[in-house]
């Protein structure tokens, strides 16, 4: 069986692609005031612990000398002993209060590069064309906007600090380690190559098995938003066995990845931990050997000092491990985060684009071509002209292509070849923004926002009055059962309009389009899933709104379009016939002719 869009799994990148880190790295550039300011004071954090080990060998020294070589008195030791001890105090509330203030600046840090990051992908997916969204589940795209960014948290709020302060930590415990003792440094470092040549070797493994992790959990968030979304259309068909089957599935995939990709994350830790033991082992058996057989230059006092700068040492670079660790995460849903910020904006203003001036509502269509998808053409050659103010219908079968031509007057999509003028002007040669603007477009989907019915109707007029908002509420017949619920105007829907039936949602849908005050009206299945008896209200009301404006209508309801002053009736992506309903009803053999009958019939 074919495998649909949400099973199909995305294409991943071959091999670690490091320009995905550096792109991401100008998104900290605004905040490094901050981070410099981070490592600085986390630098300093970190010179001060390294003395509390020189501050502990202090301590045994002391008690060696005061007990065992009777070099020191007891009063002295004592006193020695208590201004280390006061002295580890205060490196301990200095480095308290330099750790807080680090985690604050840290947090702005990672908080708003996400918040930046974020902030570039909502934009651009504004400004993504529909033949973006056409062949994509949405659920994809919205892991992206939210998961895939979520999971750069931590790495940008403590990766990229910690890492740069521990290696400097490192240095400073090199340096303090070679100057208590170059063999047992040198002992220690025989660890590294190791470690080394293990991340060398599970690199490519760990970066694509957290690829294909990050494809499965795409999948599966997929999956989720779809059954959320159509979960009337599977209990009416009664579905959910089926689903949860195909849910299982997918989540036992995006499981299997998760353990086969933080089995890799694994390996490191106790690699760590073994080298570790192992080296601070060998340390003590080296050491305490040296010191049974009077080996002056070994102290119980710096055997204790160097095992703790070996424990230091091992946690930068477990901290390394683990920053490496995330890094490869991260790449993973970077490559989908910049793959979506750089998809194409295929429509857009084209350079020197100017502003479409008051439009007064002429359409032509000069040999128009359009396809969705190469090789498969739509509209093959669609010609005709619309005068200000005259209202346009578009018939036809399914599929005929009709949707397709109102929505290249939105400039939706961009045509492949030939032109549409507005008022003379090649919609191509001004910007979008003042076009769009100069319409009213109602879909076939009466999407709902969550919110007030209020703020749904002004959604394309956000400087209507509430009287505005009401008048067009009126014009379109939906003022009486918005007056029939609790708060009326201002009650709360749900997102998509659920507790609405399909007519009201339509009926909203009608006045937020009157109520953007076109100039060019067009209405796709407008009428659709509104009654007859408040259909035939509706087109009083509309009747005096159009006047003065241009309006292409589609609908498959030919009652509705009998007044219009043209009529086209589209097939295979061809204007097959054009005129007034009368014009073509004087046709015997013509195709409007028939589907008016064949509708005619139907009602009888």
Request: aromatic share 10%; charged share 20%; glycine share 6%.
């Amino acid at each position: 069986m074919a495998r649909n869009k949400i099973e199909e799994d995305e294409d991943l990148e071959q091999s670690f692609d490091a320009r995905q880190l550096a792109r991401l790295l100008k998104y900290v550039g605004p905040f490094k005031g901050k981070l410099i300011t981070a490592i600085a004071i986390m630098s300093i954090y970190s010179l001060l612990s390294m003395i509390i080990p020189l501050l502990m060998k202090e301590v045994m020294d002391t008690i060696q000398a005061a007990n065992f070589d009777h070099t020191i008195s007891p009063d002295a030791a004592i006193r020695r002993i208590m201004g280390c001890a006061g002295l580890t105090f205060a490196i301990s509330l200095v480095s308290a209060v330099i750790t807080r203030f680090k985690i604050k600046l840290t947090s702005e840090v990672g908080q708003g590069v996400i918040y930046n990051l974020r902030r570039d992908l909502f934009v651009h997916l504004q400004e993504l064309p529909f033949s973006y969204f056409d062949d994509k589940p949405h659920g994809k795209i919205q892991v992206r906007v939210v998961n895939y960014v979520n999971n750069l948290s931590d790495l940008l709020s403590n990766g990229i600090v910690n890492t740069i302060t521990d290696c400097i930590s490192m240095i400073f415990i090199l340096v303090f380690m070679f100057y208590l003792n170059v063999r047992f440094t040198l002992i220690v470092l025989c660890g590294m190559p190791v470690l080394v040549f293990v991340i060398l070797f599970i690199k490519k493994r760990q970066h694509r098995a957290w690829q294909i992790q990050s494809n499965k959990q795409s999948n599966l968030n997929a999956y989720i938003a779809e059954s959320v979304n159509g979960i009337r259309v599977t209990q009416s068909f009664v579905r959910e066995d089926y689903n949860t089957g195909f849910f299982n599935n997918l989540n036992g995939q995006a499981r299997t990845a998760w353990m086969n990709a933080v089995k890799y994350n694994f390996i490191l830790r106790p690699l760590i931990d073994n080298i570790n033991s192992i080296t601070t082992a060998v340390i003590y058996v080296l050491g305490i050997g040296w010191l049974a057989r009077g080996n002056v230059v070994i102290t119980v006092g710096l055997l204790t000092a160097f095992t703790g700068y070996v424990a230091r040492f091992w946690q930068p670079v477990m901290t390394l491990a683990n920053f490496y660790n995330s890094l490869l995460t991260a790449i993973s849903y970077l490559e989908r985060i910049f793959e979506t910020i750089d998809a194409p904006v295929s429509v857009k203003d084209k350079e020197g684009a100017g502003i479409m001036p008051p439009i007064h509502g002429d359409i032509t269509f000069k040999d128009v071509h359009f396809a969705y998808d190469d090789g498969i053409e739509i509209l093959h050659g669609v010609s005709f002209s619309i005068k200000a103010g005259q209202s346009f219908a578009i018939v036809g079968p399914t599929g005929a292509g009709k949707s397709t031509i109102v929505n290249l007057i939105s400039r939706f999509y961009n045509v492949n070849s030939g032109e549409i003028l507005v008022d003379g002007i090649n919609i191509e040669d001004v910007t979008i923004r003042s076009l769009r603007t100069q319409m009213g477009v109602m879909m076939q989907d009466s999407f709902i926002f969550s919110g007030t019915i209020m703020d749904n109707i002004r959604y394309g007029n956000k400087t209507a009055t509430d009287e505005d908002v009401i008048r067009a509420a009126k014009t379109v017949c939906a003022h009486d059962f918005i007056m029939q619920l609790e708060n009326g105007y201002q009650t709360e829907v749900n997102e998509r309009g659920s507790r609405l039936s399909a007519g009201q949602r339509q009926l909203i849908s009608f006045a937020r389009a009157v109520l953007a005050d076109p100039k060019i009206l067009i209405l796709d299945e407008a009428t659709a899933a509104i009654d007859t008896e408040t259909e035939i209200l509706l087109q009083k009301g509309l009747a005096q709104m159009l006047k003065g404006r241009t309006s292409i209508i589609i609908a498959h309801r030919l009652s509705t379009i009998r007044n219009a002053d043209c009529i086209l009736y589209v097939d295979h992506g061809q204007i097959e016939e054009m005129g007034s309903h009368e014009d073509l009803m004087q046709k015997p053999d013509g195709l409007y002719r028939k589907l008016y009958e064949s509708q005619y019939d139907f009602l009888k």
